[in-house]
């Protein structure tokens, strides 16, 4: 071997060494964002079980300050009778789904700007949503026909909303007939880095999708 051929082959050598010494002692890249805070039962959960945990979400003392916190109705309703149900509390998110009896329709989640007259133009929004629902065969475009129809029509819809508020207001809207739960996220939640899960009126004693085997009205 040539010397000049051997200096570059150690000079090889010593870079790949450097690279690994660096892969070895460098610190990794801190790690991505991740969502651990949530809000609704999870899959499986006995609703027994997730409705003493949404009214022990609302235990705690009244700071002052004001959290996240899913209401959940049962029956649904009309987006006009929010307001009514939630008092002073901000609605940022109204989740929407339209019921039919043992059809799996979708879950459309609105996202409401400040103010009552935002919180009146959710349905037409949502409308748009169901319009656009990618459809794989004939039974997912026809429930989604189904859903723009319903949403159209200001059907009673709303199966719950997110809302900020602080505690008292929350435990005010908890004690409302029209209310199934409530159940606040701790004061430090960042929105946007929790899930929110329906608590569906259909969960009766599990929350597990139903059947979806019933005709679709044309």
Known sequence: MSRGRAASLLAVVA??????????????????GVA??????DGGEAIAEYLARAQESLAGPA?????WALVSFAPAIS???????????????VLY??????????????????GDAALAAAD????????????????????????????????ACVVGVLVRADIDTLRAVSE????????ALPAD??????AVRPLLPEYLDVASVGPDDGDVPG
């Open 15 to 32: 870079l790949v060494g450097l690279v690994l010494g660096l892969g070895i002692t460098a610190p990794p890249p801190p790690p991505r």
């Open 36 to 41: 651990t805070d949530a809000l609704g039962p």
């Open 63 to 67: 700071e002052g300050g004001q959290v």
């Open 79 to 93: 987006t006009a009778q929010v307001r009514a149900a939630v008092g002073e509390a901000r609605v940022s998110q």
């Open 97 to 114: 789904r339209l019921s039919l009896d043992r059809v799996q329709t979708p879950l459309l989640v609105q996202q409401v700007a400040d």
């Open 124 to 155: 037409d929004l949502a409308v748009v949503k169901a319009q656009t629902l990618p459809a794989a065969d004939e039974r997912q475009a026809a429930i989604a026909a189904a859903t723009a129809r319903g949403l159209a029509a200001h059907c």
């Open 176 to 183: 409302r007939a029209d209310v199934r739960a409530v159940e």
């Open 189 to 194: 939640a960042v929105y946007g880095r929790f």
